[in-house]
């Protein structure tokens, strides 16, 4: 099973609530990533978790906060997001972090902040 | 600072046509080249992974190269169909787990 599940699929937020993405690997792999993803625009990678660790953070706002509950489940929960936050997220996992492992991508989440 | 261009930015062909996609990075010490597709809205697709150590990878109709030399990699795909159009993205991982995409080439195939 090479599958990477995210939930849910779209989500509609506004600037006050508070909500969360899922992302789940049963592959047992130990590296799993976040990814931003705007309109005709490449992902640009948010964070990197290895070994339930987080071992990358790009300068993300606080107003983003990932979890790594367990090896295979990846959250980000989201809090007084902005309009221009609307994006698709999209989750990856690797089979180690560091290494030259091919990454496998969920579907993502089309996020709109109104 | 790695830098990841692909050309052409859109492309567009005939049915049955082979094609040529260009992927170019400014710094050689990658641990790997990955292509995908993403159809509009969606996730991406890994296509092929090419190791720093490889130099070519197949698979049916693709067929990826990388000279980490000078820092670029080909996507060759034959006899194209309709169903490949697409979006096509090189990305290129670095140590540290940095993984880099390029903006990507749009690819309209037609019937």
């Known amino acids: 099973d090479t599958e990477v599940t995210q939930t849910p699929k779209h989500l509609v937020m506004g600037m006050t609530n508070k909500k969360s993405l899922k992302c789940e690997q049963h592959m047992g792999h130990r590296a799993m990533y976040w990814y931003k993803q705007k309109a005709k625009k490449p992902p640009e990678l948010m964070f990197v978790y290895s070994y339930e660790k987080l071992s990358i953070n790009e300068s993300v706002p606080s107003r983003f906060s990932p979890e790594c509950p367990n090896s295979s489940l990846l959250n980000l929960h989201l809090h007084a997001l902005q309009p221009e936050d609307s994006a698709l997220y999209l989750c990856?996992?690797?089979?180690?972090?560091?290494?030259?492992?091919?990454?496998?991508f969920g579907p993502g989440t089309r996020l709109t902040v109104t | 600072k790695q830098e990841v261009t692909q050309i052409p930015a859109a492309l567009s062909v005939p049915e049955g046509e082979n094609l040529v996609l260009n992927c170019s990075f400014t710094?050689?010490?990658?641990?790997?080249l990955q292509w995908f597709r993403q159809d509009p809205g969606k996730g991406l697709t890994s296509l092929l992974l090419i190791q720093s150590s490889q130099r070519e990878q197949t698979s049916g109709r693709l067929n990826a190269s990388l000279d980490k030399s000078s820092g670029r990699s080909t996507l060759y795909i034959a006899a194209s169909q309709p169903g490949d159009s697409a979006t096509y993205l090189c990305?290129?991982?670095?140590?540290?787990?940095?993984?880099?995409f390029g903006p990507g080439t749009s690819l309209s195939v037609i019937p």
């Open positions: 990305a290129v991982k670095t140590s540290y787990d940095k993984v880099i």
């Open positions: 710094d050689s010490a990658i641990y790997n």
């Open positions: 990856a996992s690797s089979q180690e972090g560091g290494t030259p492992y091919e990454q496998y």
